[in-house]
């Protein structure tokens, strides 16, 4: 694939650590492939525990020196790394779209969404503030302070290779902390090329590594069960999170989780329909519906729903289907056939249930893991896919009548991660986003991540923040100092 060889440029195909790219300690080595035509795209080294350790021993030898460094100086490297990403955005857009598969259009925005918590959290970096106060008694005085956690161990999907990092990486950089990222085996080639420009950007070797791996659990067990880790942060599926809790409750570990969710996009009868399908092309479509926060329930009133499905069908009819890096391409390939195979049993079951095929509806030929844009109407709630994510192009239509069956039926579901509402009544907006059990809801609007915003999830979706002023206080620790004056 000699249009490819730029990839050998770009990425450090080895282990991250002090630094440098290295051979795996083992020697061994895993492929990455492009699930658009499932070619092997390049060799990467396959870290193990010893590697893990390795890199943890590296984190805690600069820890220290790391959580010292002055906050502008961190914020400077942030930014420097910034830059240098967003300068490089088509080669990092190219090389994404090339190990998950989503539009170059799509990887651009990821570079340009991903590289903005960097920035972010530079400006961040800098405001990490404290309290200095009289006790209430009035004997002593009360200072409040905030320190770096620690060694931190991120762990990361495939579907965001870049942004689902940077929104670790930035806030643990920016607070102090050092960082071993264990990207997810199907993209590492994003993460490793990010840490190739975070060196360029000046930061200190062994602050950050990066371990790709075939075998997740035999680099990240050994560092959860290491008293010198102090945190894990990881987004994927709800599965692995309670997996990773219960490592992490042995050593007391502070946590973040960003887990699965089942997202319902509520269209009221009131709905602007140009407005609402915009938006559900947005909530459903964006990232080939690989997404945690994609619309996995899309409840239409029953007065508008044959209009809003036949409208939504023509639109994703209309979807041009191929590898993503070629031109004039709307939707790309899923990320492997295991996906591709959950996606066409949730169809499959909806179907023998009772949905209605508005389009698509099958897995397309290969080679790749491609899968029609597909509608279904009129899905009964006994479906599958009405309490699993689907995790693909597939738009899921439920019918309702009422406020109150709609918001009950939203709310029917272990998690809690993102809602979508469309009316034109303000006061009912704020009625149901108050009464949705979601940790976060867009009102009129399709798209609702952003690095300035709080992004995190309720019930079983996660624990904890990322992105906003928020993000930060994830990788700091609180110190109270009792004086006497
Ligand atoms: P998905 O189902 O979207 O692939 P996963 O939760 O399986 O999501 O994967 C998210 C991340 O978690 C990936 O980096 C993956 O390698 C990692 N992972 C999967 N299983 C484990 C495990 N048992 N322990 C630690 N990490 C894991």
């Not at 070629?326 to 390939?333: A, E, T």
Request: charged share 20%.
């Amino acid at each position: 694939m000699s249009e490819f060889d730029f990839i050998r440029a770009l990425v450090p195909t080895g282990v991250w650590i002090d630094g440098a790219a290295v051979a795996a300690q083992s020697g061994g080595t895993f492929t990455v492939s492009d699930p658009a035509t499932g070619d092997v795209l390049t060799e990467v080294a396959d870290a193990g525990r010893e590697d893990a350790l390795r890199a943890l021993d590296s984190a805690c030898r600069v820890q220290s020196d790391w959580a010292a460094t002055a906050p502008r100086e961190r914020a400077a490297i942030l930014r420097r790394a910034w830059e240098i990403l967003l300068d490089r955005t088509e080669e990092i857009a190219l090389l994404m779209t090339l190990e998950m598969g989503k539009t170059i259009a799509e990887s651009r925005g990821e570079v340009a969404y991903g590289g903005e918590f960097l920035r972010w959290f530079s400006e961040e970096a800098v405001r990490i503030g404290g309290r200095y106060t009289t006790a209430p008694a009035g004997t002593g005085r009360i200072l409040v302070t905030q320190h770096p956690v620690g060694p931190v161990l991120a762990i990361t999907p495939w579907n965001f290779p870049l942004a689902m990092g940077t929104r670790k990486i930035g806030p643990a950089l920016a607070a102090g902390c050092t960082v071993i990222v264990k990207p997810a085996e199907d993209t590492p080639l994003t993460m490793l090329a990010l840490a190739a420009i975070f060196a360029e950007a000046g930061l200190p070797e062994g602050v950050l590594s990066v371990l790709p791996g075939s075998d997740a659990a035999a680099i990240t067990a050994p560092l959860l069960a290491d008293p010198r880790l102090r945190k894990v942060t990881f987004t994927g599926s709800t599965r692995v999170g309670k997996l990773l809790l219960r490592q992490a409750a042995d050593n007391v570990l502070r946590t973040s989780m960003e887990l699965g969710g089942n997202a319902p996009f509520i269209v009221f009868e009131d709905a602007d329909l140009d407005q609402a399908l915009e938006g559900a092309m947005a909530a459903k479509m964006r990232n080939g519906g690989e997404a945690c926060t994609s619309a996995n329930r899309l409840y239409v009133h029953n007065s508008v729903r044959e209009e809003f499905a036949s409208r939504f069908a023509e639109r994703l009819a209309a979807l041009r289907v191929g590898p993503g890096y070629r031109p004039n391409v709307d939707l790309g390939p899923l990320i492997n056939e295991r996906q591709r195979t959950t996606v066409t049993e949730l169809v499959d079951d909806a179907v023998a249930a009772g949905a209605v095929v508005r389009t698509g509806g099958k897995p397309i030929e290969g080679p790749g893991y491609f899968f029609q844009p597909t509608v279904l109407d009129n899905v009964p709630r006994t479906a599958r896919m009405h309490r699993e994510e689907i995790f693909g192009p597939v738009a899921a239509i439920y019918g309702f009548d009422t406020e109150a069956d709609v918001v009950a039926a939203a709310n029917d579901t272990e998690f809690g991660l993102a809602a979508y509402l469309f009316t034109k009544d303000l006061d009912r907006a704020l009625r149901v986003s108050d009464a949705l059990e979601s940790g976060m809801v867009g009102i009129n609007r399709g798209v609702i991540s952003d690095p300035a915003a709080p992004f995190g999830g309720v019930k079983q979706s996660g624990l904890g923040s990322e992105g906003g002023s928020e993000g930060i206080h994830e990788y700091l620790d609180t110190k109270y100092v009792a004086l006497t004056r």
